[in-house]
């Protein structure tokens, strides 16, 4: 009898034990099976820290004259502004008077007259430096981007079947900052149906002929697949059937959000991790004929193209950022615009494209932009036109720092954002 007692009590304390502990796997059964939503993704932040050139790496060793004169270039456009208009998207990079005397300085100087350590006096002499950060975090993420060369013709004729676009007319851009400081740097883009706003066409769409009729073929070229790296690149030169070069660059993209078509190949298992680069995808492509409109629609972003005209004064120099001035090879640097300004010198740290075990440290200037280039530590290389520039640009995916340099004037710590309405 005693033994049946307590045996039946150990059953009563088990069961209420399991009981307890149903209860509480219960309770905490979202968060074991994921249910309850993540915390949400911190917002992108840019941090300014102070810093000191013997703080640089590769300082002393670079040759700075190229990155003076795509300084000049930004500076001419800078200094058509007026004084009191800031130069970036908030007050910590300062205004266009706080940035007048550097831009006269470096616009009058005779680059080609100049040896390596007055460029780098130049920039010791006017400048601080200050590493850049998302949230106190410098690590981020560099690539390379190049012009590329395509085979073309202005009618639609034998090869050339492919259409590079003009920016359709009916494609409507809203700034939602203008209706929400939340939303500063946020933007859609639509087209009207009836009274409506909706998202314009994807790529999809538009490659199976939604903007078909509407004389917005600017020119045809002969491969598909140029064309799409054509829009990734964002500018590029269209060798004609004459051999005259018709330089075009970027207009517009429809508002989708970019995707990166390596990742998809990855997750087919046509590519890992190891193989992929912008060559190893064109291959793909090409040989895969039947999948790789199929592979290339997965990214819904599309580009819409301008002509460009080349500078007469400045004839070797690479298409237009946009800043609206001529590219430097190797020193002009795509940055996201939500927190950098363009014109902006940027002291770039990180690993050489072609050899992870070299460094490649070097001064760089913002002077472009791109939908993929998002947070305030990314950046996007120029290496300009030709073969050897796609081969950089395509195997440039390293991990690294920049410092943002900033006039003696300028103190980012001064400023103090505006309170909210």
């Known amino acids: 009898m005693k033994r049946r007692l307590v045996l039946s009590r150990s059953l009563s304390i088990i069961s209420v034990l399991v009981g307890a502990g149903a ?39 670079d040759d700075m004259r190229p990155a003076i004169r795509a300084f000049a270039r930004s500076c001419k456009a800078m200094l058509r502004r007026d004084d009191d208009k800031m130069v970036g998207p908030d007050g910590r990079m300062g205004t266009i008077g706080q940035w007048r005397n550097v831009c006269e300085m470096a616009v009058s100087l005779d680059v080609d007259a100049l040896r390596k350590e007055d460029a780098r006096a130049f920039f010791e002499s006017d400048f601080k430096p200050y590493l850049s950060g998302n949230a106190n975090n410098p690590e981020g993420l560099f690539t390379g981007y190049y012009e590329p060369e395509l085979r073309g013709s202005l009618t ?27 939303l500063k740097g946020k933007k859609l883009v639509g087209r009207l149906t009836g009274s409506n706003l909706k998202p314009y066409f994807d790529r999809a769409a538009i490659e199976q002929g939604a903007l078909s009729g509407r004389d917005l073929e600017m020119v045809w070229v002969d491969d ?45 298992g046509a590519l890992t991790r190891e193989t992929v680069s912008l060559q190893t995808i064109r291959k793909w492509l090409h040989d895969n004929p039947g999948e790789a ?101 395509g195997h440039m995916n390293r991990k690294g720092q920049k410092y943002v340099l900033l006039p003696n004037s300028i103190d980012p710590a001064s400023w103090e954002p505006k309170a909210t309405q």
């Open 293 to 393: 409109d199929g592979v290339m629609n997965t990214n819904a972003s599309f580009v819409f193209f301008r002509p460009l005209q080349t500078d007469p004064n400045d004839p070797t120099a690479g298409p237009l950022g946009s800043q609206g001035v001529a590219l430097e090879p190797g020193r002009s640097l795509a940055v996201d615009r939500r927190f950098h300004a363009m014109g902006v010198p940027v002291w770039v740290e990180t690993r050489d494209p072609m050899n992870a075990d070299r460094s490649f440290n070097r001064m760089m200037i913002a002077q472009d932009t791109g939908g993929a280039i998002r947070g305030p530590v990314r950046g996007d290389i120029f290496f300009g036109p030709g073969e050897d520039a796609a081969l950089f640009a």
């Open 224 to 268: 598909a697949v140029d064309a799409f790296f054509l829009q990734i690149q964002g500018s590029g030169r269209v060798v004609l059937p004459d051999n005259s070069v018709l330089r075009i660059g970027y207009a517009a993209t429809n508002g989708h959000p970019y995707f990166a078509i390596g990742r998809e190949l990855i997750e087919r």
């Open 23 to 61: 209860a509480l796997i219960w309770m905490f059964w979202p968060q074991i099976t994921g249910q309850f939503e993540a915390p949400p993704k911190p917002e992108d932040e840019l941090s300014l820290r102070p810093a000191t050139f013997t703080m640089l790496d590769g300082w002393q060793s």
């Open 156 to 182: 639609r004729e034998g090869p050339y079947q492919t259409p590079i676009y003009l920016k359709p007319d009916d494609m409507i851009s809203v700034d939602l900052g203008d209706f929400s400081e939340e």
